[in-house]
Every structure is written in structure tokens, then in C-alpha cells.
């Protein structure tokens, strides 16, 4: 069984820190996807990284993956109220895995003003 | 845009009632899955499908049963609802060739 160790479990900071969540396992994905949730709502995807070392920017947010494969990080620069939620990583095993994933605990970021 | 839709959103039965929770997708996606989602657990695999009448169990199907007779609807069925049973449920759908799965909004079950 393959897991995926999410850290921290809560983060509560200050409108415009920064921030980094993380993920690690000792399996490796074939692909590793962020997902962010809001209250009464369903994960929404984030972005998928695919190769070893890529990093991905979606505005203040910055993903990487790790160059093995096994873990993966999420840097949130200037952080808004906006950001608030649940944020969830999740690893794909791949091959005929029918395109199972296996989620991190989730961490709960709360953004003050 | 793919929907995922879920039959309820807030849903309270008994201890040894029956309950189903509906899920339908409107993408003809292949894939479907059922998880349930408790605080600092994360999203449990329940069990999953990968074709019409295909199902395959995931990481905690005790207690659960599903039935997919049409490709666009995956139905959670627990037999003999307990407490421990009381969660988020959370439907979602994935095409073959893409790790992204596409989630419902989620059922909130309480069982008394």
C-alpha cells in the first residue's frame, strides 16, 4: 500500500507570509496532483506534476516535484484570505491502476487578515 | 465542464437502515470512485469501477457495497448503516489517459 505523509496537518498564518506544504512517501507516482477544497465542496484540481525535478507556477502558487518521484512540495508566496481551505496532495500509482490515487492527510490553511 | 453530481448533499438515517447515495457524471468518463473523507484522515478509497458493472474494492470496503448498471451512475450502498458509517462522502469520475479525477460536492451522512 502505498502512503502519502502530509505536513503540516493546520497551518494559521498572516494575510501576506509565505508558506510551504509538503508531501513525502517512500513509493514513487507516476504523476502527483494538488487539489484544494472549500467547505461543503469537492476537491478541485490544482495542477498535476509528471516529471521528476518540474516545478509548475499557477500565480503565487509554486508546486514542485521531486526528482525521484516520491515527494512533492506547495509554496504559497504573499498569502490572501483568499487562500483559505483544505489543500490536498494525491499520487498516482499509474500503469493498470485504473488511475487510483492515494491522498495526503490534507492540510487546513487558514489565512487572517 | 464536467459535472459530478451527487444525490444529497446532507443526508441523516438511522443505525440498521439501508442508504444509498447516488452519483452521477455527465462526461462518459470510464472510471468512478467512492471515498469517504474524515478529519486529519483524508479521502479513503471505498471502491471504484472501471466499467459497467465492473467494480473493484478499495482500501475500505467493509460495510459497503456498489452497484454501476449505466456507465454515467455509481451508487454507494450501505447494507446496514452504523455510526462509525457518519462522513463525508465523496463521488468522483476520470477518463481513461489523465490522473485527474473530477469530485462531486460531497455527502454529509449522519447516522444515529
Known amino acids: 500500500t502505498q502512503l502519502l505523509e502530509q505536513s503540516p496537518q493546520f497551518l494559521s498564518i498572516q494575510e501576506g507570509e509565505n508558506l510551504t506544504v509538503y508531501c513525502n512517501s517512500s513509493s514513487v507516482f507516476s504523476s502527483l496532483q494538488w487539489y484544494r477544497q472549500e467547505p461543503g465542496e469537492g476537491p478541485v484540481l490544482l495542477v498535476t506534476v509528471v516529471t521528476g525535478g518540474e516545478v509548475k507556477k499557477l500565480k503565487r502558487l509554486t508546486f514542485q516535484f521531486g526528482d525521484a518521484r516520491k515527494d512533492s512540495s506547495l509554496h504559497i508566496t504573499a498569502a490572501q484570505t483568499g487562500d483559505t481551505g483544505l489543500y490536498l496532495c494525491a499520487g498516482a500509482a499509474g500503469g493498470t491502476s485504473y488511475g487510483k490515487l492515494t491522498f495526503g492527510q490534507g492540510t487546513i490553511l487558514t489565512v487572517h487578515p | 465542464d464536467v459535472k459530478v453530481t451527487q444525490s444529497s448533499r446532507y443526508l441523516v438515517k438511522r443505525t440498521g437502515e439501508k442508504v444509498f447515495l447516488e452519483c452521477v457524471q455527465d462526461m462518459d468518463h470510464e472510471n468512478m470512485f467512492w471515498y469517504r473523507q474524515d478529519p486529519g484522515l483524508g479521502l479513503r478509497l471505498i471502491y471504484f469501477?472501471?466499467?459497467?458493472?465492473?467494480?473493484e474494492k478499495g482500501d475500505i470496503p467493509e460495510g459497503y457495497s456498489v452497484s454501476r448498471e449505466k456507465k454515467e451512475r455509481f451508487s454507494l450502498i450501505l447494507e446496514s448503516a452504523s455510526t462509525n458509517q457518519t462522513s463525508m462522502y465523496l463521488c468522483?469520475?476520470?477518463?481513461?489517459?489523465?490522473?485527474?479525477?473530477?469530485f462531486g460536492p460531497g455527502t454529509r451522512l449522519t447516522v444515529l
Open positions: 468522483a469520475s476520470r477518463t481513461g489517459g489523465t490522473d485527474t479525477q473530477y
Open positions: 469501477s472501471y466499467d459497467v458493472k465492473m467494480k
